[in-house]
């Protein structure tokens, strides 16, 4: 039986943290890393044993970090068969959109990886210097890092010149890749105290928004100016973005030779400094209390409480009016549902004009459909407390009738909602005419998507983190399985709902009136069957809602 002493060096003095050196800083810290590849990839397998629809949804986010990484180098690649300067724009505004995505995806999915919040590993006998080693490799481990890093180096064939600009450009993507990891743990770490407390996810949640909605810009731009200028598009960005570090990082690749090692020069001095900053935030963000444990504000009862039926069905109403107003990931939903529908409406409208019933209804639908993915996994925030549940339902009516509830305080919010938005792309697009159709069709798709909904509830629950941010839409291991249940649930939906909604986007708007019971008939079709199949995996699902996050 191999002891635990085989293989380790006798030991010297202990450094920083109670770790025992074992040989040169270099090598120390090589093994050191390595270490944490293995741990981050046993969790990553200890988390998908025994569960089939954790297992499918990994392999499909493994097949679809394949085919981005495959597809993303060649369509990088093939920037060399475009002119230099052409060539070179697209390169630097690709690199500063990764690095941005870097900056920005891992504030929006906190929940789906441990490893990003810095105090799940505080108690561990660490440095901070080998904290950060091992939050490095953790963050560069696993499909999506490697499928960036995978095109990254497709720049290499696509703005390289020559061997010069080949051998610069291995450097290059290594440390823009380098970039994009610090950048990411300095922004995630410097945040992560704000993020376990009710305001900063709130706050985040607002501006995490705005931001998406800033991306839409240029296209807005394009789409009101000019919409074939494309290209001077991307070289007024280059210009903008020519000396930021992915800027120097492709200009390093393109120019080769001298000029380009002074890129690459000024890009590492960037990364050493953003090191230091993120071991600095690291080293703070250890001691500081956690913010999630202050006290919460008061509970208030709603107005429109006192109008809800007694009974079951009115103590569900009245707890999803509440999860609406209080819980973050519930408000964020609704808003960025409002968000999205805006920016559709005016590209609509900068695109071709007004073009029917259509151009009212689309935004509209898509609202609901937004709104309706949050039924997607009701019983995910009850959590642990799911067991209530389990105990008050002796049959499938109970069952329905909490679905039921559910449902009706997702409308009490939802319906008044749409008509807004379906009223206010009817005047964008010059005919308020079109918004009644347009309201009606959306509260049809409403419908059609709370019962698919309640379907996609029982058959792939999960799980929901309790004390992160409000975009954390599942628990650590569990993103792929909420990818794949949202994703089913749109196309199920989409499908369903298309009977309604293409008859009004061709401009037939009788149809209109009959997508309300077509919507309620969906709905209710939805709770019978997910009622049908949940009551005899309650389970099941207690234990998918319920595990450590």
Same mark, same amino acid.
């Given at each position: 039986m191999a002891r635990l002493s085989d293989g380790v060096t006798s030991p010297g003095p202990a450094g920083p943290g109670g770790v025992t050196p074992s040989g040169p800083a270099g090598t120390a810290d090589l093994t050191l890393f390595a270490l944490f590849v293995r741990l981050k990839g046993r969790l990553i397998l200890g988390s998908l044993r025994g569960d089939t629809a954790k297992q499918i949804g990994f392999v499909f986010s493994v097949l679809a970090a394949v085919v981005c990484g495959a597809g993303g180098f060649l369509l990088f690649a093939l920037l060399r068969m475009a002119s230099p300067g052409t060539a070179l724009d697209a390169g630097v505004v690709v690199f500063a959109v990764f690095t941005i995505g870097w900056a920005l995806i891992p504030l929006v999915f906190f929940g789906l990886d441990e490893t990003l919040d810095p105090s799940r590993l505080a108690l561990f006998p660490l440095s901070t210097r080998q904290l950060a080693i091992g939050m490095t490799a953790a963050s560069a481990t696993g499909p999506w890092p490697l499928a960036t890093l995978a095109i990254l180096a497709g720049g290499i064939a696509g703005l390289s010149r020559g061997p010069g600009g080949v051998v610069i450009g291995l450097l290059a993507v290594a440390l823009q890749f380098v970039l994009c990891l610090v950048v990411s743990r300095l922004i995630t770490t410097a945040l992560s105290g704000a993020l376990r407390s009710r305001r900063g996810r709130d706050v985040l949640a607002v501006a995490a928004v705005f931001v998406v909605l800033a991306f839409q810009l240029p296209n807005l731009i394009v789409n009101r100016s000019n919409p074939g200028d494309v290209a001077g598009l991307f070289s007024a960005a280059a210009d903008v973005l020519r000396w930021t570090p992915p800027g120097l990082a492709a200009h390093a690749i393109a120019d080769g030779g001298i000029a380009g090692v002074a890129d690459l020069a000024a890009v590492a001095v960037v990364v050493v400094v953003l090191a230091w900053a993120w071991i600095a935030a690291l080293r703070r963000a250890l001691v500081l209390p956690d913010a999630s444990n202050q006290g919460g504000g008061s509970v208030r009862r709603s107005w429109i409480e006192r109008f809800l039926p007694r009974g079951m069905l009115g103590a569900v109403v009245s707890k999803e009016l509440k999860y609406a107003r209080r819980e973050p990931r519930g408000r964020i939903a609704w808003f960025s549902a409002i968000v999205v529908s805006g920016v559709i409406m005016f590209s609509i409208r900068g695109d071709a004009g007004p073009s029917g019933p259509g151009s009212v209804a689309g935004p509209?639908?898509?609202?609901?459909?937004?709104?309706?993915?949050?039924?997607?996994?009701?019983?995910?925030?009850?959590?642990?407390?799911?067991?209530?549940?389990?105990?008050?339902?002796?049959?499938?009516?109970?069952?329905?009738t909490d679905l039921a509830g559910r449902h009706l305080g997702t409308a009490i919010i939802a319906v008044p909602l749409l008509a807004v938005v379906a009223l206010v792309a009817g005047l964008l697009m010059g005919d308020a005419s079109w918004a009644l159709p347009a309201a009606l069709t959306a509260w049809?798709? &409403? +419908?059609?998507? @709370?019962?698919?909904? #309640? %379907? =996609?509830?029982?058959?792939?629950?999960?799980?929901?983190?309790?004390?992160?941010?409000?975009?954390?839409?599942?628990?650590?291991?569990?993103?792929?399985?909420?990818?794949?249940?949202? &994703? +089913?649930?749109? @196309?199920?939906?989409? #499908? %369903? =709902?298309?009977?309604?909604?293409?008859p009004v986007a061709m401009g037939l708007t009788w149809v209109a009136p009959l997508a309300v019971p077509y919507g309620l008939l969906a709905a209710w079709g939805g709770r019978r069957l997910a009622a049908s199949l949940g009551f005899g995996r309650m389970p099941e699902i207690f234990a998918a809602v319920s595990r450590g996050s």
């Open positions: 509209a639908c898509l609202a609901a459909l937004m709104i309706g993915l949050q039924a997607g996994n009701v019983f995910g925030l009850d959590g642990r407390s799911f067991w209530m549940n389990a105990v008050a339902f002796p049959t499938e009516r109970e069952m329905r049809g798709v &409403l +419908g059609v998507t @709370l019962g698919a909904g #309640a %379907v =996609a509830s029982v058959l792939l629950p999960y799980t929901v983190p309790e004390r992160l941010n409000a975009f954390s839409g599942a628990a650590p291991g569990q993103g792929g399985l909420a990818f794949v249940s949202s &994703l +089913g649930m749109m @196309l199920a939906s989409a #499908a %369903v =709902a298309l009977p309604i909604f293409l």
